[in-house]
């Protein structure tokens, strides 16, 4: 396989640090969930399994894309229909695991201010079952602002279909 550019370079490289991330949330899952009970126990085992999801499917399947397989020139190439696909069924979880993971970073963020400003009431006030609603509270508020998004169906010839194929994974 001859390699075109640093996409299909990094491509390459992102190998090993996929496998040594999912090792390493694999070991931090069961690690945490090991611990007591705990607030920062239970948002950490959370990152950890958003990022195993992001480990698992996102970065695998942007590899793909870069990487040089068939004849990008035709429709019927075995990554077009890959990227068809992942793009229908797999992008709405990825982008959940990874906004979620951005979510429990700032959650953790403000666990860890409390722990050190405020240390004798966060170990009165914080638990799993206060943090778990917080969380929900954050996630409700969220959805409750969200902005609608009206989708226009379009209607494209062959050529325009495979250019935007090309122009999206570039």
């Known amino acids: 396989m001859k390699l075109y550019g640093w996409p299909q370079v990094f491509a390459v490289i992102y190998a090993p640090l996929i496998s040594i ?6 070991l931090s899952f069961y690690i945490f969930r090991k611990m007591k009970k705990s607030a920062i ?5 959370a990152l950890s399994l958003c990022d195993l999801l992001l480990l698992f499917f996102a970065l695998p399947l942007s590899c793909l894309c870069m ?15 890959m ?3 992942s793009t229908k069924y797999l992008y709405p979880p990825l982008v959940a695991a ?4 951005l979510y429990i970073l700032g959650a953790i963020t403000i666990e860890r201010w409390f722990a050190v400003f405020k240390p004798l009431q966060q170990e009165k006030d914080q638990n799993t079952t206060k943090m778990l609603l917080h969380v929900t509270v954050f996630f409700g508020l969220c959805h409750f602002f969200g902005v609608a998004v009206k989708v226009a169906e379009c209607i494209f010839d ?4 495979e250019n935007a194929l090309l122009l999206y994974m570039h």
């Open 21 to 26: 991330g999912i090792f390493g949330n694999i």
């Open 98 to 101: 990874k906004t979620a993971s």
């Open 83 to 85: 990227l068809i696909y």
């Open 158 to 161: 062959r050529q325009t279909t």
């Open 41 to 45: 126990s239970l948002l950490l085992s």
């Open 67 to 81: 990487l040089p397989i068939g004849n990008m020139r035709t429709s019927h190439s075995i990554q077009s229909l």
